[in-house]
């Protein structure tokens, strides 16, 4: 493929995707549009989890056995918070705390998360554009049996125990798209958009609900396809299968269709699952992600369903 590739993701499970297009494109073609509906406040911090955990996955900074934070981490500053009878359900290591404190430093300067960001990349050399969703503070808020939680709360300190009944994004509604985000989906050289396999109520609808980006997504040229999250009836990690059973909707790729619906043109199904409604164009592949070789060739089966699709 000789066009550009937009892709929408969150954290661990997208940053695969991600990873496995840069093997394939020359990285500068490629432009991560990334949730921040994950960040919040910490000891005075901003802490972005799904845009680090792009920046390490890209510069190869992963721990990707652990499936989160930095390789060869050190742990000092929490001993020394622990020492302190501080909380400690939020692990920080050394080396990640340094983008927490430079990123918390620059926004209360007056700088844009945006442009934070791009400085992290650039200092990492990075050519693969990642551009937060928006620049303005999106929270997502979960509604549960255990009340109103705040999306970290939700995830890290209860592991995803409650039951959720709703999730809300809020200041959403006033969010702008970040710069350049609407520009890449636009794009008349951007070949395809992807919706990488990750969350779709946690990762993917926060960025949805920026107003302007779904807009932006139907009148693109370029076909949008979506990776499916699950694989095997089953999701590879975190709360996907739950959130689904917890809305009355089935484990399949014909509920990830059909949760997408009007946003995408196609969608990428594990071979393991049963094929989806053939309202929705879709392929199939093993789409299971462990080695880099596979997160190569997942990319590339997203894109041959993009060009077999071809321009809207
Ligand atoms: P988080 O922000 O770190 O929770 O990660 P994401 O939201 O980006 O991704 C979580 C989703 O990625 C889960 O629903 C997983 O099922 C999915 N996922 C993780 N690894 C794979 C994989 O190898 N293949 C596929 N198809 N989905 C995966």
């Given amino acids: 493929m000789t066009g550009r590739v937009v892709v929408l993701t969150g954290g661990v499970g997208g940053a695969k995707l991600v990873l496995g297009l840069a093997q394939i494109l020359s990285a500068e073609k490629i432009t991560a549009i990334v949730n921040t509906g994950d960040d919040f406040q910490h000891f005075g911090l901003h802490i972005s989890p799904d845009i680090d955990t792009l920046l390490y996955t890209l510069s190869g900074r992963a721990n990707i056995a652990q499936g989160w934070g930095r390789e060869g981490e050190s742990w000092s500053f929490m001993s020394a918070l622990r020492s ?3 909380e400690d359900w939020f692990q920080l290591g050394d080396g990640d705390l340094a983008l927490h404190v430079l990123r918390s430093h620059a926004l209360a300067q007056g ?9 992290f990349a650039a200092a990492w050399n990075l050519q693969t554009h990642i551009l937060p969703m928006s620049d303005q503070p999106v929270s997502t808020i979960l509604t549960t049996n255990e009340g109103e939680l705040g999306f970290q709360d939700y995830f890290v300190r209860l592991r995803c125990a409650p039951k959720v009944n709703a999730i809300r994004f ?10 350049g985000v609407l520009d890449a989906i636009l794009d008349a050289r951007t070949a395809a958009i992807l919706i990488a396999p990750s969350n779709p109520f946690l990762s993917i609808d926060p960025i949805l609900a920026v107003p302007g980006i779904a807009a932006a997504l139907s009148a693109a040229s370029a076909p949008v396809i979506a990776v499916s999250p699950i694989i095997g009836g089953q999701a590879v990690k975190g709360p996907t299968a ?22 995408i043109n196609g969608l990428l199904i594990d071979w393991r699952d049963a094929p989806c409604d053939p309202q929705c164009p879709f392929a199939t592949a093993d789409t299971l992600m462990v080695s880099l070789a596979d997160r190569a060739r997942v990319a590339k089966a997203a894109l041959d369903l993009a060009a077999r699709l071809g321009a809207k």
């Fill in 84 to 86: 302190l009878a501080a």
């Fill in 242 to 263: 739950k959130l689904m059973r917890e809305r009355g909707l089935a484990v399949t790729p014909a509920a990830i269709a059909a949760h997408y619906a009007g946003v």
């Fill in 111 to 119: 700088h844009a998360l945006s442009n934070v960001t791009a400085g």
């Fill in 170 to 179: 809020q200041g959403a509604g006033t969010a702008k798209p970040a710069p």
